[in-house]
């Protein structure tokens, strides 16, 4: 047997029991990284719950000063919107509709408040061409911000329509669980 031979089948040899660990190894992070992404799905879904807190003073000291600064210009200070924002302007985009009771945004669930704020309208209609000039806060505000700032804004609603926003949070989350 030449030893040039042999080279080659013992380096095949070796390599075997290399391969069924790395096979081994590989089966291994598989199901941990499956384990991990359930995980993480779950987490994820648990943490996409984004409640508004009205009644935090915290969140409603750091909200006020946000809405000022980032929403106000187009909400108007109080929250009043742009005057005929149900219309589209010239330049085919809705004017910023209010955010006090006389809106629409106590219809949305807070995730939906959330999910617009931090992604944006084309996100949440899945229509990415969707012109708008509602600005994206994802990168801008954090999502502890977020919630700041629409606590804020719902806190500014007489009891009424924060009580009718609480019960449309609470047929969505039963909308969720079915
Ligand atoms: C540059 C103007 C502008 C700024 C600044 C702005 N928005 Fe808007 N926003 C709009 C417009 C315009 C719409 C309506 C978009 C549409 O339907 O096309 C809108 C819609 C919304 C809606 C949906 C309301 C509903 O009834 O459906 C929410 C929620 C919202 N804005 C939150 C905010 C928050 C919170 C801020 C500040 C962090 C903010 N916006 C800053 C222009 C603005």
């Not at 013992?10 to 660990?21: D, E, I, W, Y």
């Not at 009644?55 to 000291?61: S, T, V, Y």
């Amino acid at each position: 047997m030449s030893p040039v031979g042999s080279v080659p089948r013992f380096a095949a040899l070796a390599r075997k029991p290399l391969v069924l660990a790395t096979a081994g190894l590989l089966t291994l992070l598989l199901v941990a990284g499956m384990g991990y992404f359930s995980l993480r799905a779950s987490e994820s879904q648990a943490s996409s719950l984004h409640s508004l807190r009205p009644d935090d003073p915290q969140a409603l000291r750091v909200g006020a000063r946000i809405y000022a600064q980032q929403c106000a210009a187009c909400h108007g200070a109080r929250g009043e919107g742009q005057p005929d924002w149900r219309e589209r302007g010239p330049d085919g985009l809705l004017p910023a509709p209010p955010h006090d009771a006389s809106g629409h945004t106590w219809h949305h669930p807070d995730e939906q408040l959330f999910a617009i704020t931090k992604q944006g309208l084309a996100r949440l209609i899945k229509q990415p061409d969707y012109r708008t000039a509602m600005p994206v806060y994802d990168g801008v505000l954090n999502d502890d911000e977020i919630v700041a700032v629409l606590s804020w804004i719902k806190a500014q609603w007489p009891p009424e329509v924060r009580q009718r926003h609480d019960a449309i949070n609470v047929e969505y989350r039963k909308s969720l669980s079915r």
